[in-house]
């Protein structure tokens, strides 16, 4: 074999051997340097969350005797989304302890399926104004959290006479007949 | 076409002459690759081995934590009633 030959076989072996090396041998060999690197920095992180968590819940176990209590009745105030008869009770016990009607309708769509944490309920209610408001008030300090989004109010004696109606605005306005539809925001249990 | 013929002859030729100097030269060729080795690992253990070592853990998941503020504002509201 000539010298030259020798030389250039010689040289394309150790060129081929090389890129081989670097191909299937240093390339994988790096990534998976890389990749050990980041599982490292991920692990470090997630151990540090898992303490973090860890403290957290510990700090809470050693509260709870004095959280407890006043959870339970927190919860309390919240209506069962899945069972709220208990404030519909409560609805129509307040509204017939003042003398006045009561007409509930519970909303279309579930809070579940849009992901709220309340659920607003119309409540129509027939009685005098003074008692309308007395129920609105006994509602708002009543056991459950709610919030009165809509208030809307009607004269329900419609056989009155404009006039009589101003007269009696005037005069005794309190002990007027009057329908009032309540939109009122309930919260949730989650 | 005899361009291009041209063209490779004088590469060849070039590339026959840079491998004939670093055969030449082999000593320093050996040392330089050492040298790159030396460096290139360095950096390699550094960024890859003593950064992630060096890392402080930090806390990017969300944590589920009692809210002590929604509790007392809870509180007030039921002390209110």
């Known amino acids: ?190 | 076409m005899n361009f291009i013929i041209n063209i490779f002859k004088a590469l060849l030729l070039k590339i026959k002459k840079t491998v004939w100097f670093l055969g030449l030269n082999a000593f320093w060729l050996i040392l330089f690759i050492v040298l790159f080795e030396i460096v290139l690992g360095g950096f390699i253990f550094y960024k890859y081995a003593f950064l992630a070592e060096k890392h402080r853990p930090q806390i990017t998941g969300s944590i589920i934590e009692f809210n002590d503020k929604a509790y007392r504002d809870a509180l007030n509201e039921l002390q209110a009633r």
């Open chain 1, 1 to 190: 074999m000539e010298t030259n030959t020798k030389i250039y076989t010689t040289l394309f072996v150790l060129i081929l051997i090389s890129l081989l090396s670097v191909m299937f041998l240093i390339w994988p060999l790096f990534e998976d340097i890389k990749k050990s690197s980041e599982n490292l920095i991920l692990t470090k992180d997630n151990i540090a969350v898992l303490k973090e968590q860890a403290l957290k819940t510990e700090n809470f176990e050693n509260n709870y005797p004095i959280y407890g209590p006043n959870l339970q009745k927190i919860d309390q105030m919240f209506v069962d989304l899945n069972n709220p008869v208990d404030f519909i009770e409560f609805l129509e016990t307040t509204a017939a302890g003042l003398q006045a009607t009561s007409q509930i309708s519970l909303p279309r769509s579930s809070p579940k399926q849009t992901n709220q944490n309340f659920i607003i309920f119309q409540f129509s209610s027939k009685g005098s104004f003074s008692n309308i408001l007395s129920f609105i008030k006994e509602v708002e300090s009543g056991p459950y959290l709610i919030e009165l989004e809509n208030l809307t109010i009607q004269n329900f004696q419609e056989n009155q006479t404009q006039a009589a109606s101003k007269k009696n605005i005037s005069k005794d306005y309190s002990a007027r007949q009057v329908e009032a539809v309540l939109a009122i925001k309930v919260f949730t249990q989650k």
